[in-house]
């Protein structure tokens, strides 16, 4: 286990539970929207280029530590656990063609 590990996963979950927050203010914000307003308008491209802005910094701390991820991931599988059921070995097909 690598020592920053624990302090990358940190910064992805805060940067999730950011995203999430944004997220719900997003749809609030499209949602109290005048009805008759979409996507190629002033307003909604507006307040999505906001949106957008806000997650750029969450997004960015994806971009620098979101390999964590993968490199816990290898280890996690390279290493051996007590609670992994051993495989249990195939027959050889000398045994299996004398049947």
Known sequence: MQ???VYQLGVLRNALDGLDEL???WLDTRDALPANTQAGTTDFDDALAEHHAESWGYLDDWSTHGRTVLEINAAARKARSSLAP???QA???RAAARR
Do not use: D, T
Request: no cysteine; net charge positive; aromatic share 8%.
């Open 86 to 88: 051993v495989p249990a």
């Open 3 to 5: 020592g920053r590990w």
């Open 91 to 93: 027959p050889s097909r």
């Open 23 to 25: 997220h719900e203010q």
